[in-house]
């Protein structure tokens, strides 16, 4: 019989960031993880981008996450001496003239800080790049290789058996006389994590929560001539991996959506790739996954209503490698020293509208 202080399901993301903040504070973890390579972190480009969309908006908390996410990514790739993390400018080329002058217009507000450095209406004649009417660079974002990462930390996980390669199963969790969490015959824990990304919505304690699946779909290219020292974004965003290959994303898709990759998606990420670049590309590979969206695009922290051994780490969409360092080490801090959540990412706030116990 294991005996742990925080019992994790899931090591995606979530949980592996998770864990390793818990273990930082002293904690003694296990996690159970069925391995799954279509999980949404294992398919993710990784990209840390502080300004989204066609509105050219700051992404929630911009200011206080990517910083962390930056300096915890950091430190990853200096404790397992790889480079994981690979800080980036990020080139968002204008996709229409009405686009452009909506931008010029708006710096001199400074809605964006730092995050901004230089918005040009001319073309930046980056190679191989179409950007006739110019773009924002933006700085401090990058990306992360988030599967090589989670694969490190499970190895090292693995080495000192803290991670256990099966399914979990809720029904076999029960709670001791003494206040003990027993799961089957071989796990006593303290407190149980649910971080189980988009299936914590078959969780049968979180099942309530107002969690959506969203499929998503990226592209492997491989196009000689591109330039590699920026990613790119407009309608897709093309992430540099390294000896002349890009991932390029995402496709968005909400229930009803078919299970793996489709012709579509291959169609709609080429034809954007193909507004970024002239140069002839050829695609290596395609993968689909889920994220665990939520319907105010606001993550879901905290503990069960009715369980206080329970918590669940989660609701991260399509933002998980900036949200994940951050909110760890705040529910770490919260399980451990009652410290507050944020009330936009609390799962409290959903408690009254959602949960029926
Ligand atoms: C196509 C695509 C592209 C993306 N690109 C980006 C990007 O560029 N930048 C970004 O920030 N985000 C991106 N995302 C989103 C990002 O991937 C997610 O926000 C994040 O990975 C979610 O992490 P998670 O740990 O919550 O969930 P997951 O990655 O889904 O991990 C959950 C883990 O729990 C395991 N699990 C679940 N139930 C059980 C159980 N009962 N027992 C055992 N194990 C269980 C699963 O097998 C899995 O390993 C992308 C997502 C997709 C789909």
Same mark, same amino acid.
């Given at each position: 019989?294991?005996?742990?202080?925080?019992?994790?399901?899931?090591?995606?993301?979530?949980?592996?960031?998770?864990?390793?903040?818990?273990?930082?504070?002293?904690?003694?973890?296990?996690?159970?993880?069925?391995?799954?390579?279509?999980?949404?972190?294992? *398919?993710?480009?990784?990209?840390?981008?502080?300004?989204?969309?066609?509105?050219?908006?700051?992404?929630?908390?911009?200011? =206080?996450?990517?910083?962390?996410?930056?300096?915890?990514?950091?430190?990853?790739? =200096?404790?397992?001496?790889?480079?994981?993390?690979?800080?980036?400018?990020?080139? @968002?080329?204008?996709?229409?003239?009405? =686009?452009?002058?909506?931008?010029?217009?708006?710096?001199?507000?400074?809605?964006?800080?730092?995050?901004?450095?230089?918005?040009?209406?001319?073309?930046?004649?980056?190679?191989?790049?179409?950007?006739?009417?110019?773009?924002?660079?933006?700085?401090?974002?990058?990306?992360?290789?988030?599967?090589?990462?989670?694969?490190?930390?499970?190895?090292?996980?693995?080495?000192?058996?803290?991670?256990?390669?099966?399914?979990?199963?809720?029904?076999?969790?029960?709670?001791?006389?003494?206040?003990?969490?027993?799961?089957?015959?071989?796990?006593?824990?303290?407190?149980?994590?649910?971080?189980?990304?988009?299936?914590? @919505?078959?969780?049968?304690?979180?099942?309530?929560?107002?969690?959506?699946?969203?499929?998503?779909?990226?592209?492997?290219?491989?196009?000689?001539?591109?330039?590699?020292?920026?990613?790119?974004?407009?309608?897709?965003? *093309?992430?540099?991996?390294?000896?002349?290959?890009?991932? *390029?994303?995402?496709?968005?898709?909400?229930?009803?959506?078919?299970?793996?990759?489709?012709? =579509?998606?291959?169609?709609?990420?080429?034809?954007?790739?193909?507004?970024?670049?002239?140069?002839?590309?050829?695609?290596?590979?395609?993968?689909?996954?889920?994220?665990?969206?939520?319907?105010?695009?606001?993550?879901?922290?905290?503990?069960?209503?009715?369980?206080?051994?329970?918590?669940?780490?989660?609701?991260?969409?399509? @933002?998980?490698?900036?949200?994940?360092?951050?909110?760890?080490?705040?529910?770490?801090?919260?399980?451990?020293?009652?410290?507050?959540?944020?009330?936009?990412?609390?799962?409290?706030?959903?408690?009254? @509208?959602?949960?029926?116990?």
């Amino acid at each position: 019989m294991t005996d742990c202080d925080f019992l994790l399901v899931g090591h995606g993301l979530a949980g592996a960031l998770l864990a390793d903040c818990l273990r930082a504070h002293g904690q003694r973890v296990l996690v159970y993880d069925q391995p799954n390579p279509h999980s949404a972190s294992n *398919v993710a480009a990784g990209l840390m981008n502080p300004v989204a969309g066609k509105r050219f908006a700051l992404t929630w908390r911009a200011a =206080e996450l990517l910083p962390a996410a930056a300096a915890a990514y950091r430190a990853l790739n =200096e404790r397992f001496g790889q480079l994981f993390f690979v800080e980036t400018p990020i080139f @968002k080329a204008f996709g229409s003239g009405q =686009e452009q002058q909506q931008m010029l217009a708006r710096r001199a507000e400074n809605v964006w800080g730092a995050f901004v450095k230089a918005i040009t209406a001319d073309d930046p004649a980056l190679p191989g790049v179409t950007a006739p009417l110019g773009g924002a660079w933006l700085q401090h974002g990058g990306h992360v290789a988030v599967a090589a990462l989670l694969a490190a930390l499970a190895k090292e996980h693995q080495a000192a058996d803290r991670l256990r390669l099966e399914p979990f199963d809720w029904a076999a969790l029960t709670v001791q006389p003494d206040g003990r969490l027993r799961y089957a015959h071989a796990v006593l824990a303290r407190y149980v994590v649910c971080c189980e990304g988009a299936a914590a @919505k078959q969780n049968p304690y979180f099942n309530w929560l107002p969690l959506t699946p969203n499929q998503g779909e990226v592209l492997d290219v491989d196009c000689p001539g591109l330039s590699q020292a920026q990613v790119l974004n407009r309608a897709a965003y *093309v992430v540099p991996v390294g000896e002349g290959r890009f991932r *390029v994303g995402a496709t968005y898709r909400w229930p009803p959506f078919a299970e793996g990759i489709t012709n =579509e998606a291959l169609t709609e990420l080429s034809g954007r790739l193909a507004g970024l670049t002239p140069l002839p590309f050829t695609v290596r590979g395609q993968r689909a996954g889920i994220r665990p969206a939520v319907y105010d695009r606001r993550p879901l922290l905290g503990r069960h209503p009715a369980h206080p051994w329970l918590s669940l780490c989660g609701g991260y969409g399509s @933002k998980g490698v900036m949200l994940a360092p951050l909110l760890s080490e705040m529910l770490a801090q919260h399980l451990l020293h009652n410290a507050p959540l944020w009330p936009e990412a609390d799962l409290a706030r959903c408690v009254a @509208k959602f949960y029926r116990p």
